[in-house]
């Protein structure tokens, strides 16, 4: 079975073939960034987003047909992002699949971003095996997660403000970076001094497993307001010490649900899964526990067609799931969708 996947949630547009032949193979994948384009403004403009989606998704089939040698006739299942995302970008890639499928009179899946993500590391050359326990950060989401099979999701913790991508990215505006900020800031803080800024750990020592990184951002515009003039080593070193707050916070949560769980395999999937300090940390502290942790390859770690692709592929191939083999043609975005709910 080969399956197209469509990822158009936000300013990335992304296309990718995945065969479920010979345990399963990633034929051909392809990416345009918007970055570019949006910096400019400093952020994500939802309508250019759009319409800059419209510009790409056709020239980006082309490449991944002709990257993997097959042709549109050959695809056997269309697979796209439903949400969560912004609307309008959503509604760019679920109307092209759902036109697509419909043309070739095959299934079209709607597919969860997070499970996207989530699912992600499969596609490494190491990947996990299910059951297992999910740390999901990126822009917009910081999740905890059991995960015991395909379609089959426990939400264990969740941020209750600012996720930790959103975090680094108000942080870098605050140290004036440009967007990205996230990238920046974490390149940033590898110039800074370890202690030198120290900043609070929110909810470090809670019962719960769930996260706060709101009241982290706003101790760093204290810190800033405090200083007349920054140098450029006081900025590196708030950008330290913001990162190693966060940082201690994902890795002792992530550590304290997988031992609550009971497993011993750990994926760390989204944008902020790509933070080398992030992963330098949590492979010392997995590793002394006796936990495998597992990662997506980091062309994989942002949005991209080929975890739709393949998130679409064990869709159809699960029992669990009640969107696989859906009629083409009439559909729905859901630009605010829990994975539990899923």
Same mark, same amino acid.
């Given at each position: 079975m080969l399956v197209l996947g469509i990822e158009s949630s936000c300013d990335e547009t992304g296309m990718a073939l995945y065969s479920t032949s010979a345990g399963g193979a990633l034929l051909a994948h392809a990416l345009h960034s918007q970055v570019p384009m949006h910096q400019a403004y400093g952020?994500?403009?939802?309508? +250019? =987003?759009? $319409?800059?989606?419209? $510009? $790409?998704?056709?020239? @980006? @089939? $082309?490449?991944? @047909? =002709?990257?993997?040698g097959r042709s549109l006739t050959d695809i056997d299942a269309v697979a796209y992002t439903q949400g969560p995302g912004l609307a309008g970008a959503l509604l760019v890639g679920a109307a092209f699949a759902e036109a697509l499928a419909t043309a070739l009179e095959r299934p079209s899946v709607p597919v969860h971003h997070l499970e996207g993500h989530l699912l992600s590391p499969l596609l490494s050359r190491r990947p996990p095996r299910f059951p297992f326990v999910a740390l999901l950060v990126s822009g917009g989401h910081s999740q905890l997660m059991r995960v015991t099979a395909v379609g089959e999701y426990e939400l264990l913790g969740e941020t209750l403000d600012d996720a930790a991508g959103e975090a680094f990215d108000k942080t870098a505006k605050l140290l004036g970076l440009a967007y990205p900020g996230g990238p920046a800031l974490a390149e940033l803080a590898e110039r800074g001094r370890p202690d030198v800024v120290k900043l609070p750990r929110p909810m470090l020592k809670s019962a719960d497993l769930n996260f706060s990184f709101s009241g982290l951002k706003t101790a760093v515009l204290t810190k800033v307001r405090e200083l007349a003039t920054i140098s450029e080593q006081q900025r590196a070193d708030i950008a330290r010490g913001f990162q190693d707050a966060i940082v201690e916070v994902l890795v002792s949560k992530a550590l304290r649900a997988v031992a609550l769980s009971g497993l011993k395999q750990l994926v760390v999937a989204g944008g902020v899964g790509a933070n080398r300090e992030l992963r330098r940390q949590l492979d010392a502290r997995a590793g002394k526990a006796g936990i495998a942790v597992f990662?997506?390859? +980091?062309?994989?770690?942002?949005?991209?067609? =080929?975890?739709?692709? @393949? =998130?679409?592929a064990l869709r159809l191939q699960s029992a669990n799931s009640d969107m696989a083999g859906k009629v083409a043609g009439a559909f729905a975005v859901r630009p605010r969708w829990p994975l539990h709910g899923v």
């Open positions: 952020g994500v403009v939802p309508e +250019l =987003a759009s $319409r800059d989606h419209i $510009r $790409r998704v056709v020239p @980006l @089939l $082309r490449q991944v @047909l =002709a990257d993997s990662y997506p390859e +980091l062309e994989f770690c942002t949005d991209n067609g =080929a975890m739709i692709a @393949l =998130a679409g």
